[in-house]
């Protein structure tokens, strides 16, 4: 007895000398990525006008001004243009400005005195009424700073002006470039898990680049129908303990679209600073949603889990905003981690796929599209891995996997519906008796049906009054009186769109409000690595062919989806009679992008190119692509 | 005899036979065409003539048979009621000579679903011309034409609808081309296994054939005036016969606005009658005038491809159209040669360069009075021949080869010695390719020796012809303030150098920029598509399964050549068509960066990815996406709006 507990002692003390060998390595990384990061903040960022003075205060009665007129202290404005010259006399990091007005206003600077009427207004910007002060970033050097009020409505009341000199330590981007310097560092010292173990690699890449996007995404309304998937998963959090939802302040002005625009890192503070005073102001509550309503929002269950936890450890709004965010990520990169394990092919396409940047922005905000596109990368790597191996049969574990992760997927979105049918293309030799395999179509065809009878008994207005004059059976009996001219118009859409929407920036490097990162050599990368990707998804295993059959089916279930969504836009989103469809977007393509590409027959094109060569090479891109767009469209505005 | 057109006529029968249906079918498609015109005109709609005093119109006066432009802004409406309007015809005046008439027609025309719909034409006339044919194709509830401000005295007259049906012979051969390709693609689909040159030939020599066909008649492409008037007066003679509308097409003129091009085919057939007169240069013209020949520049010697085709049409007494076209073509067939060539003699690549030379630029490139097309096509056979030694290190080189190589590359780059640092690239032809030392040093010398002639290209007419290094189209361009600029602040150069590179990388590397640009005319319709194509074929190369690479130092040296070489595209532009200090290089078109492609996407192959597709298939899919992309580009760009 002594002797076997001492062998497995020998046994256990290399493993756990791994195991050690690997946290230390881990953490050695991570800590000199902080390190890092915390350097280039510091040393780099921070370089320009660091040795000058820190703040200029102006005393507002000794400015030099135009159309304002100076009263208790403060300057008011005259007229529909006003001009403030402060003097400067070297580098300016950012001006300071406490105001008061009742509309939005423009107005620009710039470093030089110019007539109201030939205003340059390259740096023109919105002075937000639903804040009082701002914080504009200049970044420039120059002897005077002219601030110009262009057009305004209503007088703008200024209380106090000053000018900051140098910049104060950037957290949000400290945090961003250690993300990124991460995700950089796991590509590399990871090196040994490609072969075996890529999946670890790339949950870690996953982790950080969520957490380099989180830190850049703002308070405020920033992503598609975020007000309304936080108000879902705000009541679920609430639904979730059986208790009434308590809306408060904060909570009613981001659904309501009321926060202001921030623009800088002081206003982001400024903003954080009032929404956890308006997060303790409540306003209203309402009754519980009940088991229906847990169901029909089941997609914003991590969220609301996030939220729920954030309020059980008494965080304050914008702590648990973020935390729910952070929910989000750690579900997409858990459900990712084994989407990748299970795929036995294509795993640095699906890898590169799930991270580009669109579907990690989808992921980091409240809009639950990441939440389909996870599951539905897992159902499909469940299907392939069973497809793949036609001489083992399915396991129960691979069928609940399958059907749970499509019903799932599927309870949001119903378009999607038709993909649950991809599970009936398993060949007959997966199954040990004729019984079971209609025991399995039986679950999947019932699990279509769940779904349709959920969704119907859960739809509301049919028709989406954003599209403008839209009536479901009014282009109903349109399309029925015009059905040649409707399959034009259907047709032309799809074949207009195709190739933006399956290669380019629209569902991989689109940001929405922040718009879609179109730097030439983003656009680049990504096509040339997507297409090389697709071609060499197959290797140059024999084994993963998919035959004509399955093919030529599977895409037909594709393009019957593809048909639901423009059909579906159509009729709830489009005015009746109207020759072009509105509301179609290129993320509604993402959660099948995968298993497209994985069936286009490229089983002729052999690749030798090794998995630790193509894996980290896939990685490394998405971390580029992620971080040039991140920090150009988040990070720097 | 007999018995070899026998075999000949067993051999090839399919072909014959699905050519003969495919032209047959072009012809089908034409009856398509014309179907709605054909219904039209048995109702007695073929032609409606409009009496001006009966139409509605403001800003006009109505004078006799005419409305007459008062200076402001008018309008003339015309209703035809819902009936299918092909064209609308309508005759003008311009007193102005220093004006073309481009107005503007409206049509509210009724969409798929019935539903009436306004669409805007810009109806762009040409100089030459005094009648308007402007293509509706739809039925219309009323036609609107909106005479811009300041055309006073413009007078409009003689306005009708026309349903007349028409042979559009353009439109025939465009899809007779397309139809013919696709059956010998089929037909003769094992004959081009392993020979993707002979595939490029016949897609080359057709599809360019009827591209030089459609394009208009004037300039459409960049400085096409200039590269006509050193093709046409090229020094082969003392003098050559010329006549002042010929004259005009050889300078920036308004004969010559690529803005206002024909509209309609016949607009287009206007312009042909126009030029058999004013373009008439044979013996016994009253137009006919002797102009002196010009030699130009060293580069001139490029231009003589196009001078023959001139040459040739001139000695067959052939219309000036004729001419002018034939001259066109006979650049577009040099160009497919020349790359034919280079496809041959390439050991690895064929497909790249196949596809590469086939899209949408280069194509019109070859398709107009330019330079380019023979540029790219002697570098394009340099290289091969060039990367072929590289590559094939069991054979020597001999002295054909080598001066191919060097020819080549040295007559391609004269026009544009930017591409200078290409001619390095022959020095990495290793020692044991040669026959012996004495044959090296032979060829090293001679590559010297090129080398120093493009340095001379480059130098000489800034020593000998003032004012040269400044394009003053730039602006307040000085070559030698921007030299000292840089030189005094090379690290802000560079960033400004980066920052341009970095924003239209892709637009010059697999975007518009480089292969969707089309002169004068829109950009590519297809633009998309001619990146995912061309990734798709560098990936995709190694068809033959071949080891066969260059070696990685080779490429990165490959790689060093065309990046200086692009730095010296961006540089000499900095320095010669920009204002001192600016910070955006204008200037730079992505057709300078053509002839460096093909070595950029060379770097992008990996040997390690094979392709065991049949090779049928391939040839089907690579080959049916460039015809797709041609032929849409040039439908969309061309044909549509010129041609119908």
């Known amino acids: 007895m002594m002797t076997e507990r001492r062998s497995e002692e020998v046994d256990m003390k290399p493993q756990n000398r791994k195991v050690i060998c690997s946290i230390i390595k881990w953490g050695v990384t991570a800590a000199l990525c902080i390190l890092c990061a915390y350097g280039l903040e510091k040393i780099v960022f921070r370089s320009a006008g660091s040795s000058e003075a820190v703040q200029m205060e102006y005393v507002l009665g000794e400015l030099e001004q135009t159309g304002f007129a100076y009263e208790d202290g403060k300057l008011v404005s005259e007229g529909a243009y006003a001009q403030v010259v402060l003097t400067a006399g070297g580098y300016i990091d950012s001006l300071h400005m406490e105001y008061e007005t009742n ?31 701002m914080d504009k970033v200049i970044s420039a050097e120059a002897d005077k700073l002219v601030i110009t009020f262009l057009d305004m409505e209503e007088p703008i009341r200024i209380n106090a002006i000053s000018l900051q000199r140098s910049q104060s330590f950037h957290v949000q981007r400290f945090v961003f470039l250690a993300a990124v310097l991460m995700a950089c560092a796991a590509i590399v010292v990871g090196y040994k898990n490609y072969r075996e173990h890529p999946e670890r690699i790339v949950a870690v890449v996953c982790a950080a680049l969520g957490v380099a996007m989180l830190v850049g995404m703002p308070y405020w309304k920033f992503s598609w129908d ?242 403008g004059d839209t009536s479901v059976s009014g282009q109903i009996s349109y ?159 | 005899m007999r018995e070899k057109g026998k075999k000949f006529w067993a051999a090839n029968w399919k072909l014959v036979l699905a050519i003969a249906i495919a032209l047959a079918a072009a012809c089908g498609i034409e009856l398509i065409y014309n179907l709605q015109v054909l219904t039209e005109s048995r109702n007695g709609n073929s032609r409606i003539a409009y009496e001006m005093q009966d139409l509605a119109y403001t800003g006009m006066e109505a004078q006799e048979d005419a409305l007459v432009s008062t200076g402001a802004a008018g309008e003339i409406h015309i209703y035809p009621n819902g009936i299918y309007v092909d064209k609308l015809v309508y005759s003008y005046e311009n007193p102005d000579p220093s004006k073309t008439v481009d107005t503007t027609v409206t049509a509210v025309v009724y969409d798929v679903y019935g539903n009436e719909a306004a669409e805007s034409i810009a109806d762009r006339n040409p100089y030459v011309l005094n009648q308007s044919v402007v293509n509706i194709r739809g039925k219309a509830a009323e036609l609107c034409i909106h005479i811009p401000e300041g055309m006073e005295g413009l007078t409009i007259s003689s306005i009708q609808i026309q349903n007349v049906p028409r042979f559009h ?126 030699l130009t520049t060293v580069a001139a010697a490029n231009y003589i491809f196009m001078a023959l085709g001139i040459k040739l049409g001139k000695l067959l007494q052939l219309p000036f159209t004729a001419v ?89 780059m004269v026009p544009k010695a930017v591409y200078l640092p290409l001619m390095f690239l022959p020095f990495l032809i290793p020692k044991d390719k040669f026959v012996n030392a004495g044959q090296r040093r032979v060829f090293r010398v001679a590559n010297i020796v090129c080398m120093i002639g493009l340095i001379m290209a480059i130098v000489l007419p800034l020593l000998l012809i003032t004012g040269v290094a400044n394009d003053t189209r730039g602006g307040d ?85 065309a990046a200086f070489a692009a730095a010296f595209v961006w540089g000499s532009l900095y320095l010669a068509f920009n204002p001192v200090g600016a910070t955006v290089i204008n200037g730079v078109q992505g057709r300078y960066f053509i002839p460096l492609l093909f070595v950029f996407y060379l770097l992008l192959r990996r040997r390690q990815v094979k392709n065991t597709m049949n090779p049928v298939y391939y040839h089907y899919l690579v080959f049916g996406c460039v015809l797709f992309i041609f032929y849409k580009t040039f439908y969309d760009c061309i044909l549509q709006p010129y041609c119908f």
């Open chain 1, 103 to 133: 509309g939005m206003q423009k107005a620009a600077w710039s470093t030089e005195v110019q007539d109201f009427e030939n205003v340059d207004v390259t740096n023109a910007w919105e002075v937000d009424n639903r804040t009082h002060i």
């Open chain 1, 226 to 467: 975020d007000e309304t998937h936080f108000a879902n998963a705000y009541r679920l959090s609430y639904t979730l303990t059986g208790q009434d939802t308590k809306w408060n302040q904060a909570t009613d002005d981001f659904i309501n679209i009321k926060l202001p625009f921030t623009h800088s890192y002081q206003e982001r503070l400024n903003l954080k600073e009032y929404l956890d005073e308006a997060g303790q102001i409540s306003t209203d509550t309402e009754e519980s949603g009940g088991l229906r309503f847990v169901l029909a929002n089941i997609r914003n269950l991590p969220t609301a889990m996030g939220i729920l936890l954030g309020r059980a450890a008494g965080m304050v709004f914008t702590d648990w905003f973020v935390l729910a965010r952070l929910a989000n990520l750690l579900f997409y990169t858990v459900i990712l981690y084994f989407a990748v394990k299970i795929v036995p092919v294509g795993k640095s396409l699906m890898a590169f796929l799930a991270l580009l940047p669109t579907p990690v922005f989808l992921t980091m905000s409240y809009n639950t599209d990441y939440f389909m596109n996870a599951l539905m990368l897992l159902a499909i790597a469940v299907f392939l891995r069973e497809y793949f191996t036609p001489e083992e049969r399915i396991s129960r574990k691979s069928i609940a996997l399958f059907t749970v992760a499509m019903f799932l997927a599927c309870i949001g979105k119903a378009i999607y519906i038709p993909l649950i049918l991809v599970g009936l293309l398993l060949p007959e030799s997966k199954f040990a008796s004729r019984k079971q395999r209609w025991i399995y179509r039986g679950i999947l065809i019932g699990c279509c049906v769940l779904v349709l009878l959920f969704v119907a008994l859960n739809a509301g207005g049919m028709s989406d009054p954003r599209g």
């Open chain 1, 479 to 637: 399309i029925l009186h015009n059905p040649f001219a409707f399959a034009v118009v259907f047709v032309k859409s799809i074949a207009k769109t195709a190739v933006e929407f399956l290669f380019g920036c629209e569902a991989t490097l689109n940001f929405n409000i922040a718009g879609i990162y179109e730097g030439g050599t983003a656009e680049i990368i990504m096509l040339i690595a997507l297409v090389l990707l697709i071609v060499i998804a197959k290797g140059n295993d024999k084994r993963y062919r998919i035959n004509a059959r399955t093919t030529v089916i599977a895409f037909g279930i594709i393009g019957v989806v593809i048909c639901f969504i423009w059909g579906s836009m159509y009729l709830a989103y489009t005015p009746v009679g109207s020759s072009v469809i509105n509301g179609v977007q290129a993320r509604y393509y993402i959660p099948f992008l995968f298993l497209l590409f994985l069936l286009i027959p490229t089983y002729r094109i052999k690749s030798t190119l090794p998995e630790k060569v193509v894996m980290p090479a896939t990685l490394g891109m998405v971390t580029l692509l992620n971080a040039v767009s991140v920090y150009n469209l988040m990070i720097m505005k």
């Open chain 2, 169 to 294: 012979g353009m439109r025939w051969l465009f899809f007779a081309s397309l139809l013919s390709l696709m059956a010998v693609i089929v037909a003769k689909r094992y004959d081009f296994m392993g020979r993707v040159e002979n595939l490029f030939l016949v897609i080359g020599l057709t599809a360019g054939t009827m591209l030089v066909i459609i394009m208009p008649l004037n300039k459409v492409g960049f400085d096409e005036e200039t590269h006509f008037r050193n093709a046409y007066n090229i020094k082969l003679s003392g003098t050559v016969s010329s006549t002042e509308a010929i004259d005009r097409l050889k300078e920036a003129s308004l004969d010559n606005y690529p803005y206002n091009i024909a509209q309609s085919s016949e607009e287009r057939d206007a312009m042909e009658f126009y030029y058999e007169t004013a373009g008439d240069y044979t013996g016994g013209s009253k137009a006919r005038t002797e102009v002196p020949t010009e």
């Open chain 2, 324 to 412: 002018y076209t034939l001259g066109r073509l006979f650049n577009m067939w040099s160009y497919i040669f020349l790359i034919y060539f280079a496809i041959k003699r390439l050991p690895i690549g064929k497909y790249i360069m196949a596809v590469l030379a086939l899209l949408p630029t280069p194509m019109f490139q070859a398709s107009v009075y330019s330079c380019d097309a023979v540029i790219t096509g002697f570098v394009y056979l340099g290289l091969a021949y060039l990367i072929y030694e590289l590559v094939e290190r069991e054979e020597k080189i001999t002295i054909k080869n080598g001066v191919i190589l060097l020819g080549s590359l040295g007559f391609g």
């Open chain 2, 477 to 561: 361009v000085n070559a030698a303030g921007q030299a000292a600029l840089i030189l005094s602040q090379p690290l802000s150069y560079a960033r400004v150098w980066l920052e341009n590179v970095k924003n239209t990388f892709w637009s010059y590397s697999f975007g518009e920029g480089a292969l969707g640009t089309l002169g004068h005319l829109s950009l590519s319709t297809c633009v998309p598509m001619i990146g995912l194509l061309l990734i798709f074929t560098i990936a995709t190369d190694n068809i033959d399964r071949s080891e066969k690479d260059l070696a990685v130092k080779q490429k990165w040296i490959f790689f060093a050549g």
